[in-house]
Nanobody, 124 residues
Framework: QVQLVESGGGVVQAGGSLRLSCTAS????????MGWFRQSPGKEREFVAA????????YYADSVKGRFTISRDNAKNAVYLQMNSLKPEDTAVYYC????WGGGSRKVNDYDYWGQGTQVTVSS
């Protein structure tokens, strides 16, 4: 079992930045690939970014590529999402997720554990 807790959400003006953090407890964090997803009201949960467990390869949705950066610190059992040049359409609840397979999947169903989410609101 892995417990995930997100933090760092908030309200920011368009063009601003936020850094989301996700801390994990439970099983060996370094064995899991980690992902960030987001969900807006009335929309399905969508992939944002992922990082593999071994090579730390990173993967991004086209909509955030060049603006967001995912990273992990296995010594701190943490994964981060640095979000720059934020846009109003980035407004959503952001979720951290872990998958035991270890790969940087873009699919919601590939992830075994989820955090409770943190709200990000970007005002225009």
């Amino acid at each position: 079992q892995v417990q995930l807790v997100e933090s760092g959400g908030g309200v920011v003006q368009a063009g601003g930045s936020l850094r989301l953090s996700c801390t994990a407890s439970g099983r060996t964090f370094s064995n899991y690939a980690m992902g960030w997803f987001r969900q807006s009201p009335g929309k399905e949960r969508e992939f944002v970014a992922a990082i593999s467990w071994s090579t730390h390869s990173t993967y991004y949705a086209d909509s955030v590529k060049g603006r967001f950066t995912i990273s992990r610190d296995n010594a701190k059992n943490a994964v981060y999402l640095q979000m720059n040049s934020l846009k109003p359409e980035d407004t959503a609840v952001y979720y951290c997720a872990a998958n035991a397979w270890g790969g940087g999947s873009r699919k919601v169903n590939d992830y075994d554990y989820w955090g409770q989410g943190t709200q990000v609101t970007v005002s225009s």
